[in-house]
Structure formats: structure tokens, C-alpha cells
């Protein structure tokens, strides 16, 4: 892996945990509103279970296999 490829997946990774704050933010939000969508929450959970997978994905690219 290159730096440049590196560095772009240090990007993406970034912005991918941001976006899963704001979504977790946005969950806990729709939790408090007194009468809760819970489609719109059903879909915003499940979005952030896939970026919760990218995310792994992405740290395990990142992180250099060693072998012992």
C-alpha cells in the first residue's frame, strides 16, 4: 500500500467516524422527541451498523498484519 492509499483511507476513515457520531447523535435526538418516527430510526441504526462494518474494514487495511 502506497502513502497516497494510505492516506486516502485515513480520510475516508475520518470522515466515515464522523458521520457515525452524527448519526448516533441524531438517533439519541429521535429517542427524546416525544412521539419518535421509527422508520426513520429503524433506518438511521441500520446505517450506522454499516458504517460501524466500514469503518472496521477500513482500521483493518490500515493496520499492517504481524505475524508472531
Same mark, same amino acid.
Do not use: V
Given at each position: 500500500m502506497t502513502d497516497d492509499d494510505?492516506?486516502?483511507?485515513?480520510?475516508? %476513515?475520518a470522515r466515515l467516524q464522523q458521520e457515525h457520531?452524527?448519526?448516533?447523535?441524531? @438517533?439519541?435526538?429521535l429517542?427524546?422527541?416525544p412521539a419518535p418516527d421509527l422508520l &426513520?430510526?429503524? &433506518? %438511521? #441504526? #441500520?446505517? #450506522?451498523?454499516q458504517l460501524r462494518d466500514r469503518i472496521a474494514f477500513i482500521?483493518?487495511?490500515i493496520?499492517?498484519? @504481524?505475524i508472531a
Open positions: 494510505e492516506r486516502e483511507l485515513e480520510n475516508e %476513515l457520531r452524527d448519526l448516533d447523535a441524531a @438517533i439519541d435526538a429517542h427524546q422527541s &426513520r430510526l429503524q &433506518r %438511521l #441504526k #441500520k446505517r #450506522k451498523l482500521e483493518d487495511q493496520t499492517p498484519d @504481524i
